[in-house]
């Protein structure tokens, strides 16, 4: 990860070099079994050169911490660019294609069994699918021998704050839920692995 970190902090492949602060390649765990990726860095990962580290990134380790899961030992984050688009504006489709082989390094080199897509931008730039995230999210795609998730991103859910059931927070706080069981049942299967060898 550290070879694949150096060569993101000297690419020059789309505009967006020439108005970042920081590349932003990814926090937590570069071994977890699970991984998140996000659409691209805000004006605090900018600034920071960490993904998901403002608001959106808090609320993100406040649900991930309901479930039992620690962001820095439990979860690998990046983002499917690695540099912040102007204005926090989404990605276009040249600047994701130009970031592409860097994201398909890291989960390469993470290999998580588990991967959960925050919002249509990452449910887009990885797996193609542009089905909106609001029919999609909760839904397992299995995928190259991975599970994949679309959920809502944090950030959609600070602009709608309801935690009554049905609505965006009540349903992620459901498939961050269902994302665990589904660790817990990789991890028992593993340890059931182990013992009979």
Not at 58 to 67: M, T
Not at 128 to 144: A, F, L, N, S, V
Request: aromatic content about 6%; charged content about 25%.
């Amino acid at each position: 990860m550290e070879a694949l970190t150096r060569e993101c902090l000297g690419c020059r492949r789309c505009e967006l070099a020439a108005t970042r602060t920081h590349v932003v390649v990814g926090r937590g765990n570069p071994l977890a079994r699970l991984m998140l990726i996000g659409e691209g860095p805000g004006q605090h990962e900018d600034e920071t050169g960490l993904p998901f580290v403002g608001r959106a990134g808090q609320l993100l380790d406040q649900i991930l911490a309901s479930v039992g899961l620690d962001p820095e030992q439990d979860i690998y984050i990046c983002n499917v660019v690695k540099c912040r688009p102007p204005g926090n504006r989404k990605p276009t489709p040249e600047e994701t294609a130009h970031c592409r082989p860097w994201l398909q390094r890291q989960i390469e080199l993470v290999n998580p069994a588990v991967v959960l897509l925050a919002g249509s931008t990452a449910m887009t730039g990885v797996l193609g699918i542009k089905t909106g995230i609001t029919k999609m999210r909760g839904q397992w795609i299995e995928q190259e021998g991975r599970a994949y998730m679309p959920v809502f991103h944090p950030s959609f859910l600070l602009r709608n704050a309801s935690r009554q059931k049905g609505q965006p927070k009540w349903l992620t706080w459901e498939d961050f839920k269902t994302v665990r069981a589904r660790l817990d049942t990789l991890e028992t299967s593993a340890q059931s692995s182990e013992t009979l060898h």
